[in-house]
């Protein structure tokens, strides 16, 4: 399946006006904010086929990150993420165009493998929106997905953490206890800090190259403990009805 980058207060694929990256609104409950990134990246994106090869590729310059994603029918997802200030600079009416020239002009010969293969779809743009953490439990409520973290898209991480969190959440609600709801926002939290940090240094572009190579050292050493985490879980408790007694076990 194509994955969408989230839905972003600027459209790409028209003039921006004078916005700021935007800051979600959180009221009642949902208030309490446990951290707020620095950082901010805008994503023009596109995908392509017959472009010579299906690896993946991730690549970084000043002020630049391009990445290539294999995904379904031999299409690539072709992404290009430059710091909030220079996206709403580059984007002047056209997204397709300021999508061809940053890549043109930042990765030469990303542009040259481009140039025989097909697009496929329109270009699409995420305007940037910093990045937070909330607290994930309430009374009669709780947090999954972007509404309880969102982290910058640059090191495209954010929908395993959605499902990571649905899975770990299902786990709590079978339980039912207000212990199980608060052993997830303890993991939760724990499985989430350092990814959030690495990402927001990461967007900050504000790195040399040996620094940015540790930076994504530390990203996969995360994403390791996360899914040995994972893998080490019990099998999912379940509700089912005994046929001979008629009750839950």
């Given at each position: ?18 916005v ?6 959180v009221?009642g ?6 951290g ?6 805008g ?13 993946y ?16 029918d031999?299409?690539?997802?072709v992404?290009l ?29 990303i ?13 699409r ?12 439990i ?20 954010g ?5 990571r ?16 709801f ?13 990814l ?19 930076l994504?050292?530390?990203?996969s ?5 996360e899914?040995r985490?994972?893998?080490a ?17």
């Amino acid at each position: 399946m194509k994955e969408a980058a989230p839905v972003s207060a600027a459209n790409a694929s028209s003039k921006p006006g004078p916005v700021e990256p935007a800051r979600v609104p959180v009221a009642g409950a949902f208030a309490d904010s446990s951290g707020e990134a620095r950082h901010s990246t805008g994503v023009l994106y596109s995908y392509w086929e017959n472009r010579g090869g299906n690896e993946y590729y991730w690549a970084y310059r000043s002020a630049a990150s391009i990445g290539l994603i294999p995904t379904n029918d031999d299409a690539t997802c072709v992404f290009l993420a430059v710091p909030w200030p220079r996206f709403r600079a580059a984007i002047d009416g056209s997204a397709r165009q300021a999508y061809e020239r940053l890549i043109r002009d930042g990765f030469p010969a990303i542009a040259a493998r481009l140039h025989d293969a097909q697009r496929v779809e329109p270009v699409r743009g995420f305007g940037g929106q910093l990045g937070f953490m909330r607290q994930g439990i309430g009374p009669g409520w709780a947090l999954v997905g972007d509404a309880a973290y969102f982290k910058d898209p640059l090191t495209a991480h954010g929908i395993t953490d959605a499902l990571r969190d649905a899975e770990l959440l299902a786990r709590a609600a079978v339980r039912g206890t207000s212990e199980a709801f608060a052993g997830y926002e303890d993991v939760r939290s724990d499985l989430s800090d350092r990814l959030f940090e690495i990402t927001d240094e990461v967007a900050s572009f504000a790195w040399t190259d040996v620094q940015v190579q540790a930076l994504h050292r530390a990203l996969s050493s995360e994403m390791t403990r996360e899914v040995r985490f994972l893998d080490a879980l019990e099998p999912f408790p379940t509700l089912a009805m005994s046929a001979s007694e008629g009750v839950a076990v």
